[in-house]
């Protein structure tokens, strides 16, 4: 009876994992999938070494099937895009409503030799500060939408922003645009993503709609970039129905899929799992992605090496 007590609850989440029924206080438990396949490999162990035959075949099933979701992400892919045209670096990071440290993120943007910045949680102090720590020599174009809440956005660039504007979502998130243009490259289309985040039963369908409402990748028209704090993981349906759309996740796609970008970082008791994400176009190709960190701030910025399409 304990080995199917234990076996079942792994099927149940593969089961729901699996088929995207990510409903409900669901969404915030399957976030932390990674480690469940963890917990239901030495579940299925167990049992193998119980000689519980019944309950080791479903844990086993079970394991098996978590293991095809989740280790793709650890694994660099063959195929990381084609393009051959110039290098964009991006960096993305979410400054927690201010509470950040501007002069280390102007050190990243410095170190790493950023092209677009995008920002989430952006307050109209944290634009005053990286301006006092010279942001404004470094990437002179910006598309900035300061709000004292969660719900400001940023994006900033080396190179020369147009068609800029600033998506509102219904839950009152905003998220900056507007198309790089970077010589000798197609035009890029990015954006600083910051749905919702499903923080409890009265925001769910927030969450969802504002996932819904983020642009699809369009294999005939513009070449999307989306950067930022999706908060979503490769576990929640909703984002890897955007991906399958035409976009490739940096982290994915270059085997570091499972480092975590959220969790304890502002001394939360939170197993780190990934929020912030690159989503590229496939017609961008995906050269690197690293995982930083930024004072001040519960998540941890993504740093990406694009290669861009020529014109």
Do not use: K
């Amino acid at each position: 009876m304990l080995c199917w007590v234990a076996a079942v609850p792994f099927a149940v989440w593969a089961l729901v994992r699996g088929l995207g029924l990510d409903y409900g206080p669901v969404i915030q438990l399957i976030a932390f999938t990674p480690y469940v396949t963890g917990a239901a490999l030495v579940v299925a162990l167990v049992t193998l070494a119980l000689r519980r035959w019944w309950p080791a075949v479903l844990a086993v099933l079970a394991a098996v099937a978590l293991t095809a979701m989740v280790l793709p992400r650890a694994v660099p892919d063959a195929d990381r895009g084609t393009a051959e045209g110039p290098v964009l670096r991006v960096l993305t990071a979410n400054v927690l409503g201010g509470g950040a440290e501007t002069d280390a993120l102007v050190a990243l943007v410095r170190e790493h030799e950023v092209d677009v910045l995008a920002i989430q949680e952006f307050t109209p102090d944290v634009g005053t500060g990286l301006y006092a720590h010279g942001l404004g020599t470094l990437l002179p174009y910006r598309q900035v939408s300061p709000i004292n809440s969660a719900a400001g956005s940023a994006l900033y660039s080396r190179y020369p922003l147009t068609e800029t504007g600033v998506r509102v979502h219904s839950s009152e998130f905003t998220q900056a645009y507007g198309t790089v243009r970077v010589p000798g490259a197609a035009p890029v289309l990015a954006e600083s993503v910051h749905p919702m985040a499903p923080w409890g039963l009265p925001v769910l369908d927030d969450w969802r709609e504002d996932l819904g409402n983020l642009p699809r990748a369009t294999p005939d028209g513009p070449i999307r970039l989306l950067l930022g704090d999706f908060n979503s993981t490769l576990d929640h349906s909703p984002l890897r129905a955007l991906v399958a759309s035409g976009y490739r996740d940096a982290a994915d796609a270059t085997g570091r899929g499972l480092f975590g970008t959220w969790g304890p970082y502002d001394g939360a008791l939170i197993p780190p799992v990934q929020l912030d994400h690159v989503l590229a176009d496939e017609r961008i190709r995906v050269e690197s992605m690293q995982v930083l960190r930024l004072p001040g701030s519960d998540h941890r910025p993504v740093f990406a090496t694009l290669q861009l399409p020529r014109p």
